[in-house]
């Protein structure tokens, strides 16, 4: 009776991912607590990493495309003086050079530099796919091959503090777009530092309009479990993709949308704030029913969510 109350969890949930868990450990452990294997997560986390992870349950997958092209942000430590094949504590020393002078100064002044459009090359140890096979793979079989270059953002980037130890390190605040390698964002100002860098702690803030401070860890969620509140942690789709302009649908509007077929847009409250939007949520009164285009004087509906 417990396995069909909770497996009809549905909706997007922020978890705290922890260190040493995979994505995927994380997303096998919401299988176990929700009972079902339709879960999904909208964008990795490195396993030495940990922070906000946003999982998609039942027919929320649908939507993860949309939550997956979120801006992030980060607060990474950064450690001078060596650098690592992965970009991080957890890969093989491929430089090291002194780097007991380097100063606070020094760090803020090379930062500037990687604000803005820039260009990376994905880490080796990465899930980039190349040729059809991810880098990860190729790298563990020693596979040698030039990986093309991603432009991504990095909107700020902001020295939080440098701790003139040695080795030196410095506490970085990473926003950025998604694709964004902040492994690899290190090992690069560590390079233009003269000296290497590796990332040897991160944690991700923010995906989206998602918060650490607002995320659940696995045993918060397992209490709500053990009490069939597991939903009470979950966000609905409508609320998830509360950035994309709304329609309140009238009845006969709601079951043309639930068969696919176009409304008008002049048939809608409000339609001349909808010229122009790239998606827009049709809902009624219960939720969220599917997911439509402006096309041609039309809401054109390109994803139905409702049975």
Same mark, same amino acid.
């Given at each position: 009776m417990e396995e069909r109350a909770t497996s009809s969890v549905e909706g997007v949930l922020n978890v705290c991912k922890p260190v040493g868990m995979t994505s995927h450990d994380v997303v096998d452990a919401a299988r176990r607590l929700a009972h079902t294997r339709r879960v999904g997560h909208t964008g990795t986390l490195d396993p030495g990493a940990t922070g906000v992870l946003v999982l998609v349950f039942n027919r929320a997958t649908r939507i993860a495309e949309f939550l997956a092209d979120a801006d992030k942000e980060y607060r990474v430590e950064v450690t001078f003086g060596k650098s690592t094949d992965s970009g991080d504590a957890y890969g093989r020393t491929v430089r090291e050079a002194p780097a007991d002078t380097l100063t606070g100064e020094q760090v803020a002044a090379a930062l500037p530099q990687f604000v803005g459009e820039i260009a990376q090359v994905p880490p080796l140890a990465s899930a980039v796919h190349v040729g059809g096979r991810r880098l990860y793979e190729l790298a563990r079989e020693g596979v040698t091959i030039e990986v093309p270059p991603r432009h991504v953002w990095i909107y700020q980037l902001t020295l939080l503090d440098f701790v003139a130890t040695s080795p030196p390190s410095a506490m970085l605040h990473v926003a950025c777009s998604k694709g964004t390698y902040v492994r690899r964002l290190c090992s690069d100002l560590g390079d233009v530092l003269g000296c290497g860098a590796f990332?040897?702690?991160? =944690? %991700?803030? %923010? =995906?989206? %309009?998602?918060?650490?401070? $607002? !995320? #659940?860890? @696995? *045993? $918060? @969620?397992? #209490? /709500?479990?053990?009490?069939?509140? +597991? *939903? *009470? #942690? @979950? +966000? !609905?789709?409508? *609320?998830? +993709?509360?950035? /994309?302009? #709304? =329609?309140? @649908?009238q009845p006969p509007q709601r079951q043309a949308a639930m068969r696919g077929q176009p409304i008008p847009l002049f048939r809608v409250a409000r339609w001349q704030q909808l010229v122009g939007a790239p998606v827009v949520r049709l809902r009624d009164a219960t939720g969220l029913v599917a997911l439509a285009r402006v096309e041609e004087g039309l809401l054109r509906p390109f994803k139905v969510l409702r049975d």
């Open positions: 990332a040897s702690f991160m =944690v %991700r803030t %923010r =995906v989206g %309009r998602y918060h650490l401070a $607002e !995320s #659940a860890t @696995l *045993e $918060e @969620l397992q #209490a /709500l479990a053990d009490t069939a509140r +597991l *939903e *009470e #942690a @979950l +966000l !609905s789709m409508d *609320e998830a +993709l509360a950035d /994309l302009p #709304a =329609v309140d @649908l």
